[in-house]
């Protein structure tokens, strides 16, 4: 390299980020770059001569760590040494990737690259193996939360995340979705059910496993998938996926004929640790009786809710333990209504229902109002309501909206149901009353054309975990991950 581009002694170069490289050939596999930048020196006080170097490693993405080093041996005419001896000079350089480095370095990659890595080393399989390493990597995932958005057209879903735009973005910004997999056969009519990165069709028909539909249980960006054995329920009852972050399982509760005093209420089924154990569906005697159900589940730190409605009483939320499999009722005679449709969110840890709907303001501009129930007190039975009306016309004037979550940070996110172009999702703060719109991008043109659009699950605060990505529970894909 030339001499002003050297590496001087007391100075620190600019970081060199990984989208600067021109990428190789076959960019669909993992990229490494090793870069070297070196300075021969002269000691001046008398003794061999020295060389200055600093390496940078890349991998995958934007992600880069460089190491000083040098090594000294006497200035000597290049072509003087054989490349055997220049080799072995080589080999004196003092080691710098120690596994402390190495670990932290894996940490900050994508959950495939991590993964993919084991492959490429023993050593490297042997770090990036222990149970030490995948709660590091869950800890830096934690950091940078994603928006998973779940695609669904005539029973084919398509799978994509995007960068979750944090609170500080107080401007509309433009994101893009990134591709991870798809598959089809789902007849489940739109219902599906997501917990700790996976998520359960109850109705997905596989050729070459069988004739009959069955429950699966997929990770969207792998495509690894668990065929759960058939139930028989009845045709509108639903099943909840359910996470256990002590014991760090899955589980699924199946209604069965939760109105029918005379038959089973509910079923539930363990995914074992690993992918040689038989999976079996155990009736839960002490499952609870109501009419039937009314939302889609949310599980809170290891807690399935959803809404139901009773037979007497007021509506009810009911609560599922998925360590100790118990059930319990909360009343909920707050969301009781014809119209009302409820999304249950993780409101900074409790339990809250949202519902929304458009209403004419007194000068007669069409408005939206979120009202928003948060559980307080679960023993009093203590719902809190506020009620926020949102009038900007970029989200009032696009119709089609659901609500999606609360992220972490306390925002409520409302996306588009379908994948119109353009695309939006909006971030409404309660305690700032303020809202910020994000456009993404990149769901391919057959799916935002007019005629072909697809219908959105968008799934809030999405974070990689090895755990998951692992799934060894989970087995091959459903089908090949090809746009």
Same mark, same amino acid.
């Given at each position: 390299?030339?001499?002003?581009?050297?590496?001087?002694?007391?100075?620190?170069?600019?970081?060199?980020?990984?989208?600067?490289?021109?990428?190789?050939?076959?960019?669909?596999?993992?990229?490494?770059?090793?870069?070297? *930048?070196?300075?021969?020196?002269?000691?001046?006080?008398?003794?061999?001569?020295?060389?200055?170097?600093? /390496?940078?490693?890349?991998?995958? +993405?934007?992600?880069?760590?460089?190491?000083?080093? &040098?090594?000294?041996?006497?200035?000597?005419? =290049?072509?003087?040494?054989?490349?055997?001896?220049?080799?072995?000079?080589?080999?004196?350089?003092?080691?710098?990737?120690?596994?402390?480095?190495?670990?932290?370095?894996?940490?900050?990659?994508?959950?495939?690259?991590?993964? =993919?890595? =084991?492959?490429?080393?023993? @050593?490297?399989?042997?770090?990036?193996?222990?149970?030490?390493?995948?709660?590091?990597?869950?800890?830096?995932?934690?950091?940078?939360? #994603?928006?998973?958005?779940?695609?669904?057209?005539?029973?084919?879903?398509?799978?994509?995340?995007?960068?979750?735009?944090?609170?500080?973005?107080?401007?509309?910004?433009?994101?893009?979705?990134? *591709?991870?997999?798809?598959?089809?056969?789902?007849?489940?009519?739109?219902?599906?059910?997501?917990?700790?990165?996976?998520?359960?069709?109850?109705?997905? &028909?596989?050729?070459?496993?069988?004739?009959?539909?069955?429950?699966?249980?997929?990770?969207?960006?792998?495509?690894?998938?668990?065929?759960?054995?058939?139930?028989?329920?009845?045709?509108?009852?639903?099943?909840?996926?359910?996470?256990?972050?002590?014991?760090?399982?899955?589980?699924?509760?199946?209604?069965?004929?939760?109105?029918?005093? @005379?038959?089973?209420?509910?079923?539930?089924?363990?995914?074992?640790?690993?992918?040689?154990?038989?999976?079996? &569906?155990?009736?839960?005697?002490?499952?609870?009786?109501?009419?039937?159900?009314?939302?889609?589940?949310?599980?809170?730190? $290891?807690?399935?809710?959803?809404?139901?409605?009773? *037979?007497?009483?007021? =509506?009810?939320?009911?609560?599922?333990?998925?360590?100790?499999?118990?059930?319990?009722?909360?009343?909920?005679?707050?969301?009781?209504?014809?119209?009302? +449709?409820?999304?249950?969110?993780?409101?900074?840890?409790?339990?809250?229902?949202?519902?929304?709907?458009?209403?004419?303001?007194?000068?007669?501009?069409?408005?939206?109002?979120?009202?928003?129930?948060?559980?307080? !007190?679960? /023993?009093?039975?203590?719902?809190?309501?506020?009620?926020?009306?949102?009038? /900007? /016309?970029?989200?009032? #004037?696009?119709?089609?909206?659901?609500? +999606?979550?609360?992220?972490?940070?306390?925002?409520?996110?409302?996306?588009?149901?379908?994948?119109?172009?353009?695309?939006?999702? *909006?971030?409404?703060?309660?305690?700032?009353?303020?809202?910020?719109?994000?456009?993404? @991008? $990149?769901?391919? !043109?057959?799916?935002?054309?007019?005629?072909?659009?697809?219908?959105?699950?968008?799934?809030?605060?999405?974070?990689? !975990?090895?755990?998951?990505?692992?799934?060894? @529970?989970?087995?091959?894909?459903?089908?090949?991950?090809?746009?």
């Amino acid at each position: 390299m030339s001499k002003e581009a050297a590496i001087r002694t007391g100075e620190s170069s600019p970081p060199l980020l990984f989208r600067q490289v021109s990428p190789g050939p076959g960019d669909s596999n993992m990229q490494f770059r090793l870069l070297h *930048f070196w300075d021969a020196r002269k000691n001046v006080k008398g003794g061999p001569g020295i060389i200055l170097g600093i /390496e940078l490693l890349l991998i995958d +993405a934007e992600v880069c760590f460089h190491v000083s080093f &040098w090594m000294s041996f006497p200035l000597l005419n =290049r072509d003087y040494l054989s490349v055997r001896q220049r080799q072995q000079k080589a080999n004196t350089m003092t080691p710098f990737f120690t596994t402390d480095i190495t670990t932290d370095i894996f940490a900050r990659l994508p959950a495939k690259s991590a993964a =993919r890595c =084991r492959t490429l080393s023993k @050593q490297w399989s042997s770090i990036l193996s222990t149970p030490d390493f995948a709660e590091l990597f869950l800890t830096h995932s934690s950091t940078r939360p #994603r928006l998973l958005f779940a695609v669904e057209r005539n029973g084919l879903w398509t799978f994509f995340t995007s960068p979750q735009p944090q609170p500080q973005s107080s401007h509309s910004t433009v994101v893009t979705a990134e *591709f991870h997999t798809k598959f089809d056969g789902d007849v489940s009519r739109y219902l599906c059910s997501y917990a700790s990165g996976l998520i359960l069709f109850p109705d997905v &028909w596989i050729p070459s496993k069988s004739d009959d539909t069955n429950p699966v249980v997929c990770n969207p960006v792998t495509g690894k998938y668990a065929t759960l054995p058939y139930l028989s329920i009845y045709r509108k009852s639903r099943a909840f996926l359910g996470f256990d972050p002590v014991g760090k399982q899955f589980k699924v509760l199946s209604e069965d004929r939760p109105f029918c005093s @005379q038959s089973d209420h509910h079923q539930v089924l363990s995914l074992g640790e690993g992918g040689g154990e038989e999976l079996s &569906w155990r009736v839960k005697d002490d499952g609870p009786q109501y009419d039937h159900c009314l939302s889609e589940a949310i599980c809170i730190e $290891g807690v399935l809710y959803y809404l139901a409605e009773n *037979f007497s009483d007021p =509506r009810v939320v009911v609560r599922f333990d998925v360590r100790s499999e118990e059930f319990e009722f909360i009343e909920a005679g707050c969301f009781s209504g014809e119209e009302v +449709a409820v999304k249950l969110i993780n409101y900074k840890g409790k339990l809250a229902g949202v519902d929304w709907k458009y209403l004419k303001a007194d000068d007669e501009k069409i408005v939206l109002e979120l009202s928003l129930w948060v559980l307080e !007190d679960v /023993e009093m039975n203590e719902w809190v309501k506020s009620v926020y009306v949102l009038s /900007e /016309e970029k989200i009032v #004037r696009r119709c089609n909206f659901s609500v +999606a979550g609360m992220t972490g940070g306390g925002e409520i996110v409302l996306a588009m149901d379908y994948t119109t172009k353009p695309y939006y999702v *909006f971030f409404f703060d309660p305690e700032k009353n303020t809202l910020r719109g994000v456009e993404v @991008q $990149g769901f391919g !043109d057959k799916l935002e054309a007019l005629g072909t659009r697809g219908r959105v699950r968008v799934f809030v605060d999405y974070v990689e !975990d090895l755990n998951v990505h692992d799934g060894k @529970q989970l087995k091959s894909s459903i089908s090949a991950p090809v746009k």
